[in-house]
């Protein structure tokens, strides 16, 4: 069923939000050897930490395809078994309770919300990391019901290898605490806590982890990035009543949407202001519910643990630390609406236990039929992701005095040669929103190829003005500064950029080396282009220091590196020019 119904995602293109990084533009990923893995497990990755999740990229690629269907399809995979252990989950937590866990897995496996999570190909580490959480779950209630060391074990290495998907996986010990509950333990007995110690130790590190690799740190020295660094924690200037009212948004934001999906968008920005009646509504109602919840422990558990299991997966996405420019994500529904299905269903099992079975059959058929229609909005979903354009088209839909959307159009647009379509986006941004940097490094891109270098370097200047930690930007006005012929700006900018992005070392380094040849400074060159060189041997690179060689007068040098670029690229006529040059 997961299979039929997204198969209409499966001729989706990358997005270019976050897939070219994780995938398409990825040479880790798209050329899958031994020595990349290792790299992937002994670094940081676009801000993360989830070297399994980069290796089920690698295996992707290696064994189905490198397309984005391929990968849509694996998700889709994982999403299906995901169901399936959602199912088994619920059925041993309802007592073996068939339709409860039938209907839990149904509204889990179609709802509209989790699209995100299996059409976007950068999604992978949700719908992974799931898996192995799920299957913790499960190995979880098996050592409740006979204890012993090996599905200890085995829970705790199901833990790891979730933790490794996704550092989100790191609030699992707090669950357990839940099933524990569930199954009667008491949370006073210290054998309860004694357990945990084990998986709280792998939460703190996963957590730290997660907090220095966001923060731009490199977890002391242990695992420097392969990527460009990440600055995923925001600073932003709201205050903790705010952040209080942010997360009551969020959370009861994500609860109506499961009864009433609506709206769904790729991003959900802040609010301009909090004058909105919801901001004060939705507070309200979020603690009644938590107290509701608690005091109806006293009766029965179904409330409780539901709720909790939601609140708890929610816990460390509900903006307390602000992560990104978003106040809410439909991904971030994966997991925590098990819960809330759960309660509800088993809640409804042990209320029609003495009635008739025609009400239990209506109440079956009625969840059905809302099943049905969740599938034709999902169905209906689908397309918003089916590319870059159609991906912001939808969230300027929602959002259409948001300056973010237009400025990634844009930038999709510029990428793809429609420079006055982007400008014309990016100028719009900016009349919405002044301060946002990606709008100035976007029109300095624009500038920059329709061969306006001076209008370049003033947006570059801008964009480092308010964002002064992205690589990109300092790459860009040194490419700039190159077109202006000023080169002695050019190597500081060079330099900050190979700290921020040093996944873009080989570009760099090629760069230094052509400042180096206008500079005269020959040596210099041959040394920065041997260190392009190393990193990916271009045409290019063996040129220019064959170049530098003929200046040092090594001209057996001179002309193998002149051969060596010819060899790559026989049309190259400098290459040919050049070699003529040398004496023979």
């Keep these: 069923m997961v299979w039929v119904l997204y198969q209409a995602g499966f001729g989706n293109e990358f997005v270019d939000w976050d897939d070219y990084e994780y995938v398409k533009e990825n040479s880790y990923v798209l050329r899958p050897s031994w020595s990349n893995a290792m790299t992937l497990l002994k670094t940081a990755y676009f801000g993360n930490y989830h070297p399994l999740t980069m290796w089920s990229y690698m295996a992707t690629a290696a064994w189905i395809g490198k397309d984005a269907g391929s990968f849509i399809m694996v998700n889709v995979l994982l999403h299906a078994i995901n169901a399936c252990l959602v199912a088994y989950f619920a059925y041993r937590l309802s007592g073996r309770v068939v339709w409860v866990a039938v209907l839990t897995a149904l509204f889990f496996a179609v709802h509209p919300l989790h699209v995100e999570s299996v059409v976007w190909v950068s999604e992978r580490k949700d719908v992974l990391y799931g898996l192995f959480f799920l299957a913790a779950c499960i190995g979880y209630l098996r050592y409740l019901d006979r204890p012993s060391v090996g599905r200890y074990a085995v829970v705790w290495a199901l833990f790891l290898l979730s933790c490794l998907s996704k550092p989100a996986a790191i609030i699992l010990p707090i669950l357990l605490l839940l099933l524990d509950d569930w199954h009667d333990r008491s949370w006073f007995s210290p054998r309860v806590w004694v357990e945990k110690i084990p998986f709280f130790a792998l939460s703190f590190l996963f957590g730290s982890i997660a907090l220095s690799i966001q923060n731009g740190g490199d977890f002391m020295g242990l695992l420097p990035t392969s990527s460009a660094k990440a600055f995923a924690v925001s600073h932003l200037d709201i205050s903790w009543v705010q952040r209080c009212q942010d997360a009551a948004y969020a959370l009861m934001t994500y609860l109506i949407r499961l009864f009433v999906p609506h709206s769904m968008a790729a991003y959900h920005p802040y609010p301009a202001t909090y004058d909105s009646p919801v901001f004060v509504l939705y507070p309200l109602l979020a603690i009644a519910l938590f107290a509701t919840a608690i005091y109806s422990r006293r009766y029965t558990k179904i409330l409780f643990f539901g709720f909790m299991f939601y609140l708890v997966c929610l816990l460390l996405v509900l903006q307390f630390v602000s992560v990104g420019s978003a106040i809410i994500a439909e991904r971030y529904t994966y997991l925590p609406y098990i819960g809330i299905l759960f309660a509800l269903f088993y809640g409804l099992h042990r209320l029609s236990e003495n009635r008739p079975v025609a009400w239990r059959t209506a109440v079956g058929g009625a969840a059905v039929v809302v099943a049905l229609l969740f599938a034709v909005r999902t169905h209906n979903y689908i397309p918003a992701w089916k590319n870059t354009l159609a991906l912001w088209d939808n969230v300027i839909q929602y959002y259409p005095d948001v300056a973010k959307p237009y400025t990634l159009r844009g930038t999709f647009k510029g990428k793809s040669g429609d420079l006055a379509a982007a400008i014309k986006d990016f100028e719009h941004a900016l009349s919405l929103d002044t301060v946002y940097a990606a709008t100035y490094e976007g029109l300095g891109n624009a500038y920059g190829f329709q061969g306006q270098p001076q209008k370049a370097l003033a947006m570059f200047e801008k964009a480092l003005q308010y964002d002064p930690n992205n690589g990109k930007s300092y790459y860009n006005r040194a490419l700039a500064n190159v077109q202006l012929q000023q080169f002695d ?96």
Aim: hydrophobic share 40%; glycine share 4%; proline share 5%.
């Design 489 to 584: 700006r050019v190597l500081p900018d060079l330099d900050r950029a190979l700290e921020l992005t040093p996944n873009r070392a080989g570009e760099i380094a090629s760069l230094r080396g052509y400042i180096y040849l206008q500079q005269k400074k020959y040596t210099d060159a041959v040394n920065a282009y041997g260190q392009a060189l190393q990193i990916q041997p271009t045409a290019a690179a063996y040129c220019y220091r064959g170049v530098a060689q003929m200046n040092l007068n090594n001209h057996t040098a001179a002309r193998a590196d002149l051969q060596r670029a010819l060899q790559i690229d026989p049309n190259m006529a400098e290459a040919k020019q050049y070699l003529a040059q040398i004496p023979q």
